[in-house]
């Protein structure tokens, strides 16, 4: 699905999946648990929603944000 069609680009996704590939150390079941998990950061919604709503951009700004704030808590 191209980005002007309403479909997220290739590289956000890209960019999203490896930052979470590399979150789980590359446990696919937890991707892919994750992925379909509602998350309270997203209004209860799963994050494959996002996606499917083409907001690729502002899931992978969570993503982030999740990460930064749980390494400063490290």
């Given amino acids: ?3 002007g069609a309403g479909g997220p680009s290739a590289s956000k996704l890209e960019q999203i ?3 979470i ?7 696919r079941a937890k991707v892919d648990d ?6 309270a950061m ?3 919604q799963p994050p494959i929603e996002m996606i499917r709503q083409g907001r690729p ?3 992978l700004e969570l ?5 930064e ?6």
């Fill in 42 to 44: 997203l209004q209860n």
């Fill in 21 to 27: 590939y590399i979150y789980f150390k590359g446990d």
């Fill in 63 to 67: 993503v982030q944000h999740a990460i």
């Fill in 1 to 3: 699905m191209a980005e």
């Fill in 57 to 59: 951009e502002k899931l």
């Fill in 69 to 74: 704030v749980e390494e400063s808590g490290r």
């Fill in 34 to 39: 994750w992925l379909r998990t509602p998350n």
């Fill in 17 to 19: 999946l490896e930052i």
